[in-house]
């Protein structure tokens, strides 16, 4: 083959080879592009199931919550657990009253155990909204290891104890034809003060203390120190939220924001609904300063009054970094943390 043609088949195979590296080159490309895609799609995928996951789990751990609202009475606890009942269909869960015998708020030990056992794996009522005049339980007393979430209100000693007392007589507008244990007695209580009698006596203050405190027997103790710092390390370390009857409003907001599983809808109810405000104590008197000041002579009531102070400034704690006032209304503050440094970055 002459030198000529030589070069040129020399010329074409170079050009030959460099375009087949070149077509091999764009393939390599091509394919990493491709195993880059799919290992794109495959990470979404990954991602994707861990958030369905994620929030199979979150569904089903809202799924699991219970409250426990262990209501003291006199406390507008009827005119708040309306709310409950009133949204339970809307929210779907379930709400159940915890009636004791004779409104007993200590239950028997294996009363303790049952109660605690149906909380913990009646999983057919969850989630679950319980109430009722019981005292506080401890749950992991019992080996539980998830406890339900307390909640609770408190009002001015006296103020309930005067609610109370007039409820005995006259009964509420909830249940008016409804005839009380002390139907009949026209008595006021200025005038059950002022003879001394066992209705009105400071002992019977001795309430709000013990239904925080427990079911230990020096919870039951009248005027007991220990019960009163007792129910004051329980309110603070085991209830998610301990509102005051006369700051309902904001309870409820609060409770709202914290757990709309349960209460999502409940300030606007609250604020229109015919039932919140249902329950009203007939015939109620306010007592007079004399009466005030005489009970206010006891140490009871210095001791259940300190409680229900404990308890407002907790709670106005609590309000004070959860909700403003703007133009006479109340509104939630928005979420004010977020996250960032965040070790090892994806790519």
């Given amino acids: 083959m002459p030198p000529k043609f030589q070069l040129l088949a020399l010329l074409a195979f170079a050009i030959a080879m460099i375009f087949l590296e070149n077509q091999i080159q764009k393939l390599e490309e ?16 990954i991602e994707q199931r861990h958030i369905q996951e994620g929030a199979k789990e979150a569904l089903a751990e809202a799924d699991d919550l219970v409250v426990i609202y262990n209501r003291v009475p006199k406390t507008a606890s009827t005119s708040f657990t309306n709310i409950a009942y009133d949204l339970c269909n809307k929210n779907h869960y379930h709400v159940l009253h915890i009636n004791t015998t004779k409104n007993n708020p200590v239950m028997s030990l294996q009363d303790q155990v049952r109660f605690v056992k149906n909380v913990t794996l009646w ?38 104890l005067v609610s109370y007392y007039y409820f005995l007589r006259f009964g509420d507008d909830y249940r008016p034809g409804l005839r009380r244990r002390k139907q009949g007695d026209k008595k006021t209580f200025d005038e059950c003060v002022a003879a001394g009698g ?38 603070v370390n085991e209830y998610m939220l301990v509102g005051v009857t006369e700051e309902l409003e904001d309870f409820v907001m609060m409770l709202e924001a914290a757990l709309p599983r349960f209460f999502k809808g409940a300030t606007e109810l609250y604020r229109t609904g015919k039932k919140s405000h249902l329950r009203k104590t007939s015939e109620k008197k306010p007592p007079t300063k004399e009466s005030i000041a005489r009970l206010q002579q006891s140490d009871i009531w210095k001791m259940e009054n300190e409680f229900y102070e404990f308890a407002l400034e907790q709670f106005q704690y609590v309000r004070a970094h959860a909700v403003r006032e703007k133009d006479g209304e109340l509104y939630l503050l928005a979420q004010n943390f977020f996250y960032e440094k965040i070790y090892p970055k994806t790519t």
């Fill in 30 to 45: 091509s394919r990493g592009k491709l195993e880059r895609a799919i290992a794109r799609h495959e990470v979404r995928e």
């Fill in 198 to 235: 066992s209705d009105c006596a400071p002992e019977k203050l001795w309430l709000q203390i013990p239904f925080f405190c427990g079911h230990y027997s020096e919870c039951w103790n009248i005027g007991s120190r220990w019960a009163l710092e007792q129910a004051k390390y329980n309110l």
């Fill in 123 to 160: 999983k057919e009522m969850k989630p679950a909204f319980y109430h009722g005049h019981v005292s506080f339980l401890d749950f992991t007393k019992f080996g539980v290891k998830k406890k339900p979430i307390y909640i609770n209100v408190i009002r001015d000693p006296i103020e309930r």
